[in-house]
Each structure stands twice: as structure tokens, then as C-alpha cells.
């Protein structure tokens, strides 16, 4: 199941009209997940979730107030489940974690309107065996092109997020960072901002007091690390172009690099020369060359300068 899509929102909406045929909804959500934290990294609706409940959404899910958390569809054997929807308007909600080879690559959530039928056994056998090629399309969406990092003269940008998840402060180029991740989300500014962080927040505050998340831009990757400020409940959240460093865990895992692949490719970012490579990982020149074409061919560059540069910006 590949896509044509160039934009987020096209996939969104190329996923929705092709479960359509087998699920007929009203509206949808569709989301992409950082494979190495989990957290999220785009985000687009039609006739979704307003930003408020979607808000409420992601934290009953985090606090485990939800009927069908999408973390136990990750953990789950079975990566999908429907429930009667919380917000006026809409009837029934079918979640799918979009797993494939045991990584969550995204999650979508499917809307019947009021008044309709609830969604039936057989669409949910339908949906359950798409779960795997809607995984794979947003994946081939990702890696359509090579991966690089968002060029941009702008400095990195700050934002803290307080107590009641709400942004409470900014620097101007915190801002226009946010608005480069979320271009296309068509929802009040405060609001479509606020959905790019709030998922960024509720993983600092649940797990290890910092997140990290790599957003596949049109203009290039960016990088979100947030972090807790003390015990204050306030998270603080710096947005930059990615660095190589911050960029190789993601790519490696979008586009299917090995853990040997990975470890050459981290030596050239370094500057090493083969011969080097080869020594310090105890490899062949041949099999270091080996490498670097199998790495060529998945990122679609031609050479290690270009490899470099791809990863560098």
C-alpha cells in the first residue's frame, strides 16, 4: 500500500479514503510517532477532535483514564479497538496503533458522527488487517525522500510549558520553530502549537523528566528535547533544525538501516577514513564499503560527501 502523498495532510487523507472503502467513518486523526521515544512528530484531522479535547485525549491516555489506552494497542497482541467517543457530535471511535515489526509508527483514530451505527465486527476484522500496510505506507511517506535537517539561519527557540500544559512563554523564534512543524494543522494558532508540544510535555513529566522527539518537516527534520524544570510541574522545550547526532537513531530506524550500518555511518559523521572504519569496528574494507552502499541505497544519496552532507545539513 504505497501513497503518492507529498504533505501530511495528503496521507491523512489518501489512508482515510482507502479505509473508507472497508470502514466507512466520518472523520479521522491520524498521527506519526518518533519509532525510538514514542513521542509524536505529526499530527492531521479532518473532522477530528477539537484541540481542547484532543488535549484531554492524549491525557487521559497518559494517565491511564482511558477505556482503550493506544499504549496498551502498542503493547497488546491485538493493535486496535473501538469505544463510544466523548465528544458532542461523534457516536463511535476506532483506534489502530500503526505497528510493524514491533514498532509503533503511528496511531489513527477513526470518527462516526452521532446517530450512526456503532463500527461492526467484520469492519473491525477489515481494519485489523490494514493495521500493517497503513504502518508501512507511513513509513514509505517518511522516507520518500533522503533525510536532512531543516536549513535555517534562525537560532533555536525556547518555550515553556506550564503547569496547566499551556504555553506561557516564547521566544519569537520558539514560535515560528513550532509553526515549521505544524504548517498545515488548520486550528487556532494557540492551539495548533499546543498540540505540538503536548505530547512532548506528558512524556518529560511521565518518564525520565526529558523527551526528545525529530519532526520529518517538508523543509527538513527538526528537533524538539524538552525537559522538566524542577519540581515546579513547568517543561522546557528547546526546537532546532536536528543535528546529525539527534537525526541517525530516528533515520535508522525510518528507513531500515542496520545496527553495523549505523555504527559506519557514525564514523564518517566523525571524519574517519575507511581503512579506520574498518579497524576500529573490526571490519573488512570490503565489507565497510559494503556498508556505506547499503546505506547509499536507502537514504537515495550516491557518496559518502553526500551522505555526510545529507546528515550534516
Known amino acids: ?5 507529498n504533505t501530511v495532510p495528503e496521507l491523512g487523507r489518501d489512508l482515510s479514503r482507502r479505509l473508507w472503502r472497508h470502514v466507512p467513518h466520518d472523520g479521522f486523526m491520524l498521527s506519526g510517532q518518533d519509532p525510538i521515544t514514542g513521542a509524536g512528530c505529526f499530527l492531521t484531522e479532518e473532522h477530528g477532535y477539537g484541540g ?10 497518559v494517565q491511564g483514564r482511558s477505556e482503550q489506552p493506544f499504549s496498551r494497542l502498542i503493547e497488546g497482541p491485538v493493535p486496535i479497538a473501538t469505544m463510544n467517543s466523548g465528544q458532542p457530535g461523534f457516536g463511535d471511535e476506532l483506534r489502530l496503533a500503526l505497528i510493524h515489526g514491533g514498532i509503533a509508527w503511528g496511531t489513527l483514530i477513526l470518527l462516526r458522527e452521532s446517530g450512526r451505527p456503532s463500527f461492526s465486527a467484520d469492519e473491525l476484522a477489515h481494519a485489523r488487517q490494514l493495521v500493517v500496510p497503513l504502518a508501512l505506507t507511513v513509513k514509505a511517506f517518511v522516507t520518500r525522500t533522503a533525510p ?5 539561519a534562525a537560532a533555536p527557540g525556547v518555550i515553556v510549558v506550564g503547569q496547566d500544559d499551556r504555553i506561557k512563554t516564547a521566544t519569537p523564534t520558539g514560535r515560528d520553530w513550532l509553526r515549521a512543524c505544524v504548517p498545515y494543522l488548520d486550528l487556532p494558532d494557540d492551539e495548533a502549537l499546543a498540540i505540538t508540544v503536548w505530547n512532548l510535555t506528558f512524556a518529560a513529566r511521565h518518564g525520565s523528566g526529558a523527551a526528545l522527539s525529530r519532526i520529518p518537516a517538508a523543509e527538513g527534520w527538526i528537533g524538539l528535547r524538552a525537559q522538566l524544570l524542577g519540581d515546579s ?31 559506519v555511518v557514525e564514523q564518517a559523521l566523525e571524519g574517519a577514513p575507511a581503512k579506520q572504519i574498518a579497524r576500529h569496528l573490526d571490519l573488512s574494507p570490503h565489507t565497510v564499503n559494503d556498508h556505506f552502499k547499503a546505506v547509499y541505497r536507502k537514504l537515495g544519496v550516491h557518496s559518502r560527501e553526500e551522505l555526510v552532507a545529507v546528515l550534516s545539513g
Do not use: C, K, N
Not at 52 to 61: I, N, V
Not at 148 to 152: G, L, T, V
Open 1 to 5: 500500500m504505497g501513497t503518492d502523498a
Open 52 to 61: 481542547e479535547y484532543f488535549h484531554r485525549l492524549q491525557l487521559d491516555d
Open 233 to 263: 510541574g513547568e517543561v522546557a522545550i528547546t526546537v532546532q533544525a536536528a543535528t546529525a547526532e539527534v537525526l541517525l537513531p530516528a533515520v535508522a530506524a525510518w528507513y531500515g538501516i542496520t545496527r553495523r550500518e549505523r555504527s
Open 148 to 152: 536532512r535537517p531543516r536549513r535555517s
